[in-house]
């Protein structure tokens, strides 16, 4: 996955090394999550409308930086490390 498939301010999920993931892109920093929900392990999608990670399992939420703000997920995404090369993203 490369940066610049993700707008400013904007989440997409994909692979990176083979793992899926989950990345939000700020103004000021990335935010890299295995693409799996705490609850019990569903991939989840963006919202851009309400600008929010969606679990569509049983309707878990997380801010774009990962907080969970909705159950019944009760910890928050699991960050990852990774670097950005010349605009590809990978993982440490
Ligand atoms: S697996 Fe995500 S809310 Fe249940």
Redesign the pocket.
Known sequence: MRIDEIEENSGLTGDVDGRPVAVFRGADATYVFENT??????PLSWNADENAWD?P????QFTPEGKVVR???RQDLRRLEASIDNGAISLR
């Not at 929900?37 to 569903?42: D, I, K, Q, S």
């Not at 399992?57 to 878990?60: E, L, R």
């Open positions: 929900c705490p609850h019990l392990h569903c679990c399992c049983h309707g878990s159950g019944p997920a």
